[in-house]
């Protein structure tokens, strides 16, 4: 079709221009990405076969949007899906091992949750590198906080967060760190959370201040505030470096979603880069003072912000301190009501 051969074209410019990303970040997808899974290939090998979806039966229709990693296409593949297609430069040594990129579809594989998005497949023949996932509906948390302006009431900021909880607790105990939480990651379907990009790819792998940025640190826009203070303190401008992305890191960016669910805004809002690196870096928080919410809700939030991760709490604890908190606001106000409504979905 005409669509599928311009998608080709697309695909083949991809190769021969560098990786492009978000804003200003530069991404290195080199590296062996993380090492939860170190049985990875031998063990599974057979068994990676039945994710393998030859590229050709894919249909590639108009993108919806291009991210850090790649690009992302509605398509069609025995029914709605996305397939976010790895841009991939063949012609550096940046690119994709391929051994990486099944060690990640394999992590990917594993996971069965109703507050994740649905994996369907891989395309996994270099230079065709694609990840097919359900099509999400309904638009991402950072669409309705940030660009609609929706209001969550408390109540409804509580059950996403429990649905949030619910889904990177299983991941956790899955032994899967996410290390991209974050409000765009995160889909609301009529009242359903649906988090997408767990573990992908070699965010650990990033490659700062390119030609053009000089020995800058290049930062995507609305990513440094949900960077831990140890994964800040280990930015550094000139190196393709490992994060200390951990269950740990992931529980401080469940904090600023929660803070962006009651407050409507990211955290350290119109500060500059620098002066939000030296705050975190040094353990300064975000100032609550101003924030219409109870002991409890802000606890939580300090909680998941601690400075050293070991305080921080883990997913399955987050839940349950989430879960007596609607009923002790219901209680007071009885008109509060429980559900999501639908009104905030599309
Ligand atoms: P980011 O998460 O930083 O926005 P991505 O590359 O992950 O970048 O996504 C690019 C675009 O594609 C975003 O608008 C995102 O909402 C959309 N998208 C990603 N995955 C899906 C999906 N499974 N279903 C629908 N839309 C998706
Ligand atoms: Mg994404």
Redesign the pocket.
């Known amino acids: 079709s005409p669509a599928r051969s311009l998608i080709h074209q697309d695909t083949k410019e991809d190769l021969t221009a560098s990786i492009k990303s978000?804003g200003s970040g530069r991404v290195s997808l080199s590296g062996s990405g993380s090492t939860d899974d170190s049985r990875w290939p031998r063990q599974n090998s057979l068994s990676m076969k039945e994710w393998d979806i030859p590229y050709d039966e894919l249909k590639l229709f108009e993108v919806?949007?291009?991210?850090?990693?790649?690009?992302?296409y509605?398509g069609s593949w025995h029914g709605a899906?996305?397939v976010?297609l790895l841009h991939v430069n063949a012609l550096s040594d940046h690119s994709v091992p391929l051994d990486t990129f099944k060690h990640e579809v394999a992590t990917f594989r594993k996971t069965r949750h109703e507050n994740l998005?649905l994996f369907m497949g891989a395309c996994m023949k270099p230079p065709r590198l694609a990840i097919v996932?359900?099509?999400?509906?309904g638009m991402?948390l950072?669409?309705h906080i940030h660009l609609r302006k929706d209001k969550f009431t408390n109540n409804k900021s509580v059950i996403v967060a429990q649905q949030i909880s619910q889904g990177m607790g299983y991941l956790h105990a899955r032994g899967i760190v996410h290390k991209?939480l974050?409000t765009?990651?995160i889909?609301l379907e009529n009242g359903k959370v649906?988090i997408?990009?767990f573990g992908?790819f070699s965010v650990t792998k990033l490659c700062f201040g390119n030609n053009a940025r000089g020995d800058s640190l290049g930062i995507?826009p609305g990513w440094l505030c949900y960077l831990a203070p140890e994964v800040v303190r280990a930015l550094r401008p000139h190196a393709s470096l490992h994060l200390p992305f951990s269950k740990a890191t992931d529980v401080y960016a469940f904090g600023t979603v929660w803070y962006e669910l009651l407050c409507g805004e990211y955290p350290f809002k119109g500060q500059p880069p620098e002066a939000i690196i030296w705050q975190v870096g040094k353990g300064v928080k975000q100032s609550l003072a101003n924030m219409q919410a109870s002991r409890d809700i802000k606890d939580i939030l300090m909680l998941c912000w601690s400075y050293r991760s070991s305080e921080r709490p883990d997913f399955p604890h987050l839940l349950s301190t989430l879960e007596k908190l609607p009923r002790k606001r219901l209680a007071r106000s009885p008109s509060h009501p429980v559900h999501l409504s639908r009104s905030a979905d599309s």
Not at 64 to 72: L, N
Not at 133 to 137: A, G, I, M, Q
């Open positions: 978000e919806i949007g291009t991210g850090r990693f790649g690009t992302v509605r899906v996305a976010k998005v996932t359900s099509l999400c509906k991402t950072f669409t991209d974050k765009k990651n889909f649906v997408t990009d992908l995507p």
